[in-house]
């Protein structure tokens, strides 16, 4: 039994420094295999998704070097398989990054097809026009899908849908492609930038990253560089949701304020101050009251839908009624019932949440459905009245660094039990304090 215990009803106060942006070292470290020089790269953080895609570099003949807990030298020219296997797929879909730099690399990769998964369907149709589009011939069956080039050449492309991990994949397979690759329609979220950025930093002649349409001009060969991460838009907005909603206050470190400005836009609409500097963001909630407002969630630079549940948490507590609509996943509020099992007051209807604020939670024993709805259950149970337990932190420890550590700093009661008598401890504990 694995848990998070946490005794609500504090005040967030003090200063959390923010990791490495997961979902950018993620395709970053696919992309550094596509060199047989070593790459060095910094501001890693130390979450569960990172740590399999390490493993699944390790298991296809890479030699991954841990330096530090966030820095890591990768020797790509020992790569003695192209097929990753389900394992790994299973465990975090992104590692199917490591389609677009096999293929980009050796003209040819075998990767397990990743599923469904808890917030949707997720189709890969996308990623697989995209490097039909690069002359690869694709396959899909037994749970693969696999692509053989005799050499990738550049092409234009039309992305139906804006995607991320489409974006970055075809990315990754172009770079080395013969001529011009255009991506129109393109995602133009801040990890596709970061990724292109860490790319061009390996002599990659990448343009246009963070508008719609990006150019990719292939190059022959890439080489060793060393490259760090950007900071985590998304863990940073959970830190921000928080603050909020235990009416704290939270200056947040090593962060770029231009990449939270649609957080920062609902959580100011919502009632919250908040004040920019240059790497650090300041939310403020004290002796202000929460008011509703409407969220709908966008690509880049909307909303994000990585957002949606956590500034729900922060809703469900702010007084008249407010709206959140999900446009980008169709099955991203699972969280509700359990937010609701704590004293919120949710209704969904079709892909819209129609949330009624209450004064306050109340604790509870609660399980997490998926990564970013485990995050909104850990908001609510740090404003709620007495004792929630999570379960399933599984899916919350895939992206969030030192849950335990960050929020003790900033005066949160919370720990992560592993039996019964540590969580009877904790309650035992915490009561004799209070
Ligand atoms: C990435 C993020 C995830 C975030 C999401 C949207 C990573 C590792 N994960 O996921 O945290 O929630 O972006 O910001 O970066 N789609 C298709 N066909 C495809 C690909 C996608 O129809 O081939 C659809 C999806 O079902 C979804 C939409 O496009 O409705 C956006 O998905 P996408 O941006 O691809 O999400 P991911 O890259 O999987």
Known sequence: MEQYAIKGGTPLRGEVEISGAKNAALGILAGAIMTDDI????????VKDVNVLLCALEDIGAVVDRIDTHTVKIDGSSINRLSVDYEYIKKMRASYYLMGALLGKYNEAEVALPGGCAIGSRPIDLHIKGLRALGADVDQGYGLWSAKATRLVGNHIYLDKVSVGATINIMLASVLALGKTTIENAAREPHVVDVANFLNSMGANIRGAGTDIIRVMGVEKLHGTTYSVIPDQIEAGTYMCAAAATKGDVL???VIPKHLEAISAKLIEAGCIVEEFDDCVRVIAEDQKLKSTQVITQPYPGFPTDMQPEVAA???????????NESIFENRFKYVDELNRMGANIKVEGNVAIITGVTS?????????????????????LQADGYTFIDDIQYIQRGYEDLEGKLNSLGATFAHVTTDAEAQKFTLKNNKVS
């Open 39 to 46: 790459v060095t790269i910094e501001n890693l953080p130390n």
């Open 361 to 381: 939670y109340n604790g509870a024993r609660v399980s997490a459905p998926d990564l970013r709805a485990g995050a909104a259950l850990i908001i609510a149970g």
């Open 314 to 324: 922060v809703l469900g507590l702010a007084e008249g009624i407010s709206i959140v």
């Open 252 to 254: 947040l470190r090593n």
